[in-house]
């Protein structure tokens, strides 16, 4: 596609399910990033996948937190045992080179009742 | 630890009334500033990227300019389609970037 996607686009969940979030980056995009958005906060990040390269998850909050990337393809972020203060906007973004323009996504809004 | 700061936290200007929005940093060997557009809803779209103190880069009414300490966003005459939250990130040595937590620019008809 021309640009970054993101599946579901809206997820709703009940407190303690787990939820997958999947992100379809730019063709050929080496790099892939994702960050959380909480109501009228900054981008937090979260992790980042550069080519084959051990991912850099030194952003993700606890845990529960895991994501994993298919070459240079999709990537799902998943949070186990979902709590309330997860609940937010989670961004993915992917850019060509390390110093190339980084491309966003539409993200994925997550509610936890 | 990579830090960005953004000032101010929200404008709200009448139609042509121009506006400059600041964007302090701190990043160990800066090797980009990014200027992002948010609407409501919607994920951030890419404005410009700075490299170096000292460049400029323009796109219709906005222009971006770098300082070795801070980047401005100065828009002229804005209308009210440029009524949105405007993002500002730094990337150094890690090559993620760093967001701080935006400008709110409202412009009124």
């Known amino acids: 596609g021309a640009g970054v996607s993101q599946s579901p686009s809206n997820k709703v969940t009940e407190k303690g399910k787990d939820v997958e979030l999947r992100c379809d980056p730019i063709s050929g995009h080496t790099a892939l990033y994702w960050y959380r958005q909480r109501l009228g906060q900054g981008l937090e990040f979260l992790i980042y996948f550069q080519g084959n390269s051990a991912p850099d998850k030194s952003g993700l909050p606890s845990d529960r937190f895991s994501a994993e990337r298919t070459g240079e393809s999709v990537s799902t972020l998943t949070i186990q045992r979902t709590q309330q203060e997860d609940s937010a906007v989670y961004l993915c973004?992917?850019?060509?080179?390390?110093?190339?323009?980084?491309?966003f996504g539409p993200g994925t809004r997550l509610t936890v009742l | 630890e990579d830090q960005v700061t953004q000032s101010p936290e929200a404008l709200r200007l009448q139609e042509g009334e121009s506006s400059s929005l600041n964007c302090s940093y701190t990043?160990?060997?800066?090797?980009?500033l990014f200027w992002y557009r948010q609407d409501p809803g919607k994920g951030p779209e890419f404005l410009f990227t700075l490299y170096s103190a000292g460049e400029e880069k323009e796109k219709e009414r906005l222009k971006a300019t770098l300082t070795k300490k801070e980047s401005f966003l100065h828009i002229t005459a804005p209308k009210p389609e440029d009524s949105a939250t405007y993002l500002c990130?730094?990337?150094?040595?890690?090559?993620?970037?760093?967001f701080g937590r935006g400008t709110s620019h409202i412009v009124h008809p």
């Open positions: 973004a992917s850019s060509l080179v390390n110093r190339g323009v980084v491309f």
């Open positions: 990130a730094a990337s150094g040595g890690s090559y993620i970037p760093t």
């Open positions: 990043v160990s060997g800066l090797r980009g």
